[in-house]
C-alpha cells in the first residue's frame, strides 16, 4: 500500500511531502518536544516584541531629552563644550528632503528654477537634496510655516522665503529634528 503524503509549503515557497501517518505515529516525547520548542518560540516572539516596544520607547526618551538638550545648549550659547567620561557634545538640527513619486514633476521642477537641477537624476539624491535643504534653511531662504492663529510652527509645512518661487514647498517633503552629537573623546 503507497505511503499517504500531503503537499505543503514551506518556508521558501518549496513545496514539500509529508508523510501524514508519522504524525499520528509519534511517540509521546516527540509530541512534548514540538509542544515544548513550540512553547518557547511562542514566548521568544513574545519577549522580541516587548524589546521592540521597549526600544521604541526608549527611542522617543532620547528624542524627547535630546530636544531639551539642544535648546538649553542653544539658549546659553554653547555650541560646544566637552565633559570628562562623556566626551564632546554639541547641538545641531538634522533635516532630511525627499520628492515623492507623485509630486516628482513639480519638485523636480522647482529644483530647476531655483537652479539646482543638478541635484536631479533618475531620482533625486536624498543626501544631497537634505544637505541643501539644511544651507538653504540656515541661509533663511527656506522657513518653516507659522500658524496664523498661535504664531506656532505647523509641522512638515515649508515655505520658500525668497527667490523665484516665493511660497508653499510643493512636491518637497521635509523634516527634522533637535539632535545633540556627543563622541567619546
Known amino acids: ?35 515544548t520548542l513550540a512553547l518557547e518560540l511562542k514566548l521568544q516572539k513574545e519577549h522580541k516584541k516587548a524589546l521592540e516596544d521597549k526600544a521604541e520607547a526608549i527611542s522617543r526618551e532620547i528624542t524627547a531629552k535630546e530636544e531639551v538638550l539642544y535648546d538649553l545648549m542653544t539658549s546659553v550659547g554653547i555650541l560646544k563644550t566637552r565633559y570628562e567620561g562623556i566626551g564632546t557634545v554639541s547641538p545641531q538640527l538634522q ?22 537641477g543638478d541635484l536631479i537624476q533618475e531620482k533625486v539624491n536624498g543626501q544631497t537634496l537634505s544637505a541643501w535643504i539644511r544651507s538653504a ?3 533663511g531662504e527656506i522657513i518653516q510655516a507659522v500658524s496664523n492663529i498661535d504664531d506656532q510652527p505647523v509641522e512638515n509645512c515649508w515655505i520658500f522665503n525668497t527667490g523665484p518661487l516665493e511660497g508653499e514647498i510643493v512636491g518637497m517633503k521635509i523634516s527634522g529634528k533637535k539632535k545633540v552629537n556627543i563622541r567619546k573623546g
Open 137 to 139: 534653511i540656515e541661509e
Open 95 to 116: 533635516y532630511w528632503a525627499s520628492i515623492s513619486g507623485e509630486m516628482q514633476t513639480v519638485g523636480f521642477k522647482q529644483l530647476r528654477v531655483l537652479e539646482q
Open 1 to 35: 500500500m503507497p505511503e499517504e503524503k500531503r503537499l505543503l509549503w514551506d518556508s521558501s515557497g518549496e513545496n514539500v511531502a509529508l508523510d501524514i501517518r508519522s504524525l499520528f505515529e509519534m511517540s509521546p516525547s516527540a509530541r512534548d518536544d514540538i509542544k
